[in-house]
């Protein structure tokens, strides 16, 4: 049974920086491409930031460049979204999901139809 639990979310300022992991099990994150989609009250999920497998290439949305990385740490079976200078506008839900192979993320944003796992979500609050 596949399970992606997501952790490390809360309430930070503005400029401050959180790290979010995603802890899998029932899978092997090399051969998965997993990543993070975002979601704001009122607003649709959003593409965050994805690592393909097989170490094919990242994407990161545009207001995020700079601001956030993501690692794999294939001995732990996680996946990592270190985020800084966060911003209010960084507010959301963030989710963790996961897809069997490859995507090709270098044209355009993955899409939440093209995911088969995920996670519960954990709450990311920048605030003053």
């Known amino acids: 049974q596949v399970q992606l639990v997501e952790s490390g979310g809360g309430l930070v300022q503005p400029g401050g920086s959180l790290r979010l992991s995603c802890a899998a099990s029932?899978?092997?994150?090399?051969?998965?491409?997993i990543g993070w989609f975002r979601q704001a009250p009122g607003k649709r999920a959003e593409a965050v930031s994805f690592?393909?497998?097989?170490?094919?290439?990242?994407y990161y949305e545009d207001s995020v460049k700079g601001r956030f990385s993501i690692s794999r740490d294939n001995t732990k079976n996680t996946v990592d979204l270190q985020m800084n200078s966060l911003k209010p506008g960084d507010t959301a839900v963030y989710y963790c999901?996961?897809?069997?192979?490859?995507?090709?993320?270098?044209?355009?944003?993955?899409?939440?139809?093209?995911?088969?796992?995920w996670g519960q979500g954990t709450q990311v609050t920048v605030s003053a």
């Open positions: 029932g899978l092997s994150v090399i051969d998965y491409s």
């Open positions: 690592i393909s497998a097989n170490f094919d290439g990242a």
């Open positions: 999901a996961a897809t069997y192979g490859e995507l090709i993320l270098s044209t355009s944003p993955p899409a939440t139809h093209e995911f088969d796992y």
